[in-house]
Every structure is written in structure tokens, then in C-alpha cells.
Nanobody
């Protein structure tokens, strides 16, 4: 499984970004995909996750109503729509795939992309 993120950048507070994750390779049984972020000096935290079979989602309380995960199974893509961005959203954002369950624990996910930087000022 290969995961490649794109769409990061610099934006002012209150602005929007849309992150994309292109998925390639054989993802048999990796039914769960998620977005995670890691700011300098902090642990990696789960932002949102989705069951790609049924579309069920979960979002961290800190991002509910502002960041939304979605999928496009036809194009093998995962998205994170980000709006009303805050400086505390500044981090490297990672796409991940796994087969344990729908959750926000990084330990649930075995495949990771290289990340895309989001900076909110």
C-alpha cells in the first residue's frame, strides 16, 4: 500500500484547505483510513477516520464541525476538508490505512504516507 498526501500549505486563520491522499497498491482488508497530525514537540494525534466500506466516520472533538473526512472509492482517494482553520491546527498531516478498527489511535494503522504540512497563521 502506498499513500501520498497533497494539498497542504500556508493559510490565514479562518481559511480553508483540502487535503488529498492518493492510495495505490493492494489494500485488501485495510478497511479503515484516517488522518493524523503531529505538531513539533507533540505526539501524533488522530484527526478523523473512516470505514471505507460503509462510510462511517469518527472525528476528534477538537475538529468536529471544522474538519471533515471523506472518501472516493472510485478514484482510490481520501480527503480532509478543512475550514475555519486555527493556528493550533498547524502540523504535519498524515494519511494512514489499517485493519483493526474505526478509531483515532495511531496504533490501529499500519500504513502511512509521508505527510503534508499545514501552517495556519
Amino acid at each position: 500500500v502506498q499513500l501520498v498526501e497533497s494539498g497542504g500549505g500556508s493559510v490565514q486563520a479562518g481559511g480553508s484547505l483540502r487535503l488529498s491522499c492518493a492510495v495505490s497498491g493492494y489494500i485488501y482488508s485495510n478497511y479503515y483510513m484516517g488522518w493524523f497530525r503531529q505538531a513539533p514537540g507533540k505526539e501524533r494525534e488522530g484527526v478523523a477516520a473512516i470505514d471505507v466500506r460503509f462510510g462511517s466516520t469518527t472525528h476528534a472533538d477538537s475538529v468536529k464541525g471544522r474538519l471533515t473526512i471523506s472518501k472516493d472509492n472510485t478514484n482510490n482517494a481520501l480527503y480532509l476538508q478543512m475550514s475555519s482553520l486555527k493556528p493550533e491546527d498547524t502540523a504535519m498531516y498524515y494519511c494512514a490505512a489499517g485493519n483493526i478498527g474505526l478509531g483515532l489511535d495511531p496504533a490501529y494503522f499500519g500504513y502511512w504516507g509521508q505527510g503534508t504540512q499545514v501552517t495556519v497563521s
